[in-house]
């Protein structure tokens, strides 16, 4: 073929691809091609999410077939070391939610103290934390409510957590020079 001829058949080619883009983009630009291509679109990732969940299943298949396995090949020497491993974690797991468990009831507690104007500092040293811990060694805000009510019952409101002015009744956070302003102009807020 001489290059006259590749260069043919390059431009009929590149030719059709043009006119098959235009019909492309011409279908796409109606409501009914944007619809037949999103649910082209939406049938292609589904099948590939289908797709996917079939080899998780089958992964998750070999791997249990993997470790029974490695269990029944394992000495008993080996056995013992891998349960004892496994008891370990459970109790480092253990520790950690302790630890862990007993800052959390503390801030649990001085939270709820600071809204009942309690020094929170001077509960926290009377109490054993592990107390307040439920199940699963998370503070257990009932219980450390229900103690709270028991050491100080609410007062009306929320009490001053030292954010900003307090103040009293008709008071309305002003500077005493805007006040006195307000009051003279007989500007009520």
Not at 32 to 37: I, N, V, Y
Not at 127 to 146: H, K, Q, V
């Amino acid at each position: 073929m001489t290059e006259e001829g590749t260069a043919t058949e390059t431009a009929v080619e590149t030719e059709a691809v043009v006119e098959t883009e235009a019909a492309t983009a011409a279908e796409e630009a109606t409501p009914e091609g944007q619809l037949a291509k999103m649910t082209a679109d939406r049938d292609k990732w589904k099948g590939n999410s289908r797709k996917n969940e079939a080899e998780k299943k089958a992964n998750a298949a070999k791997a249990k077939q993997f470790d029974e396995l490695k269990a029944s090949q394992m000495t008993e020497q080996e056995k013992a070391v891998e349960t004892a491993v496994e008891a370990a974690k459970v109790a480092a797991r253990a520790e950690t939610r302790r630890e862990f468990g007993d800052k959390l009831v503390a801030v649990s507690v001085r939270a709820a103290a600071t809204l009942r104007g309690i020094d929170a500092d001077a509960l926290l040293e009377a109490i054993d934390l592990s107390r307040f811990l439920d199940d699963d060694s998370e503070p257990d805000t009932a219980s450390i409510d229900a103690w709270l009510d028991k050491v100080a019952p609410k007062a009306g409101g929320h009490g001053d957590i030292g954010q900003g002015r307090g103040g009293t009744g008709g008071e309305t956070g002003m500077d005493p020079l805007t006040s006195a302003v307000t009051r003279k102009l007989g500007i009520t807020i």
